[in-house]
Every structure is written in structure tokens, then in C-alpha cells.
């Protein structure tokens, strides 16, 4: 019985850790234009939503407005 109740129990864990969205060392968006159209400017570092390819000019910020 408390077999079954860890099994049920590991199921649902891999189906959560499965739905969970995966973190990108990119950030979320193709580009500058794509977050724009999100509503998002001066993304800081440390944002989730920041990267460096959006960081033109290597100031902390991406997708300056």
C-alpha cells in the first residue's frame, strides 16, 4: 500500500517538473522587437526576461527604450 502512494506520488511529480517552463540563458524572447511587443523596456540584468544579446551597449540593460 505505501508502495503504491510513491508511486502515485513520483507520477505526479514528473508531470509537474514536466509542465514547468524551462529556464533559458537566453531569456524568453527572439529579440528586442518581440519584447517591445510585450511591453518590455529597459529589461535590467538580473531580470529573468534580460540577455545579453539585448544589452547593445553592455550597460546592464536590455531593450533600452
Do not use: Q
Request: hydrophobic share 40%.
Amino acid at each position: 500500500m505505501i508502495v503504491r502512494f510513491f508511486i502515485a506520488a513520483a507520477a505526479v511529480a514528473a508531470v509537474a517538473v514536466g509542465m514547468a517552463p524551462l529556464a533559458s540563458a537566453d531569456g524568453p524572447y527572439k529579440n528586442c522587437t518581440a519584447a517591445h511587443k510585450d511591453g518590455r523596456y529597459d529589461i535590467p540584468k538580473g531580470d529573468p526576461d534580460y540577455w545579453s544579446g539585448g544589452d547593445r551597449d553592455g550597460d546592464g540593460i536590455a531593450c533600452e527604450s
